[in-house]
C-alpha cells in the first residue's frame, strides 16, 4: 500500500465515521433533546458528550491527515477537492472549539442532573450550530469521495 493509498484510506474511513457521528446526533439526539424537559436534557446531553468529545475531534484530525496525504499525492480535481474537504473539517473543529465547546463545559463542569444557569438558551444556540456543523460535515465528506471517484 502506498503512502497516497494509506492516506486515502484514512480520510474516507475516520471521515465517514466523524460524518456519520455527526449526523446520527443531527436527525436523533438534536430531535429528541429539543423535546426533553431540561432536567433531563442536562443529564442526557452531558452524557452523550462524555462518549462522543473524545472521539469526534480525533476522527476529525486523522481524516484532515488522510486527507492531506491525499491531496499531496493527487494532481488537477482530486487534489481540489482534497483540500476543499480538509478545509471544510478543519473549520468544523476549529468552529466546534470555539463555539460549541463552552457550552459544553457549562455543562461538563456541573454534577450530573444538576442545571447550568441559561441551560434553554445553551440547547437552542447548541442545536443551531449543530445544524450548521452537520450540513459544512456532509459537503465535507461529499468532497473526500468526489475526489476518490
Same mark, same amino acid.
Given at each position: 500500500?502506498? !503512502? +497516497?493509498?494509506?492516506? $486515502?484510506?484514512?480520510?474516507?474511513?475516520?471521515?465517514?465515521?466523524?460524518?456519520?457521528?455527526?449526523?446520527? @446526533? =443531527? +436527525?436523533?439526539? $438534536?430531535?429528541?433533546?429539543?423535546?426533553?424537559?431540561?432536567?433531563?436534557? $442536562? !443529564?442526557?446531553?452531558?452524557?452523550?458528550?462524555?462518549?462522543?468529545?473524545?472521539?469526534?475531534?480525533?476522527?476529525?484530525?486523522?481524516?484532515?491527515?488522510?486527507?492531506? !496525504? @491525499? *491531496?499531496?499525492?493527487?494532481?488537477?480535481?482530486?487534489?481540489?477537492?482534497?483540500?476543499?474537504?480538509?478545509?471544510?473539517?478543519? =473549520?468544523?473543529?476549529?468552529?466546534?472549539? +470555539?463555539?460549541?465547546?463552552?457550552?459544553?463545559?457549562?455543562?461538563?463542569?456541573?454534577?450530573?442532573?444538576? %442545571?447550568? %444557569?441559561?441551560?434553554?438558551?445553551?440547547?437552542?444556540?447548541?442545536?443551531?450550530?449543530? =445544524?450548521?456543523?452537520? %450540513?459544512? =460535515?456532509?459537503?465535507?465528506?461529499?468532497?473526500?469521495?468526489? *475526489? %476518490?471517484?
Amino acid at each position: 500500500m502506498s !503512502v +497516497v493509498q494509506l492516506g $486515502t484510506w484514512l480520510m474516507l474511513v475516520s471521515g465517514g465515521l466523524w460524518t456519520g457521528a455527526i449526523l446520527i @446526533f =443531527a +436527525v436523533e439526539r $438534536t430531535n429528541l433533546w429539543a423535546r426533553m424537559p431540561i432536567e433531563q436534557y $442536562t !443529564v442526557d446531553f452531558r452524557r452523550s458528550l462524555y462518549r462522543v468529545d473524545p472521539l469526534l475531534p480525533a476522527l476529525g484530525v486523522i481524516s484532515c491527515g488522510g486527507a492531506a !496525504v @491525499f *491531496a499531496l499525492g493527487s494532481h488537477g480535481r482530486a487534489q481540489l477537492l482534497g483540500w476543499i474537504s480538509l478545509a471544510l473539517i478543519a =473549520a468544523v473543529i476549529l468552529c466546534s472549539m +470555539v463555539i460549541a465547546e463552552p457550552i459544553n463545559s457549562k455543562f461538563r463542569r456541573l454534577a450530573e442532573g444538576q %442545571v447550568p %444557569v441559561g441551560a434553554e438558551r445553551y440547547r437552542a444556540r447548541w442545536r443551531r450550530f449543530h =445544524a450548521i456543523r452537520g %450540513v459544512v =460535515a456532509l459537503i465535507g465528506f461529499g468532497c473526500m469521495a468526489a *475526489a %476518490v471517484a
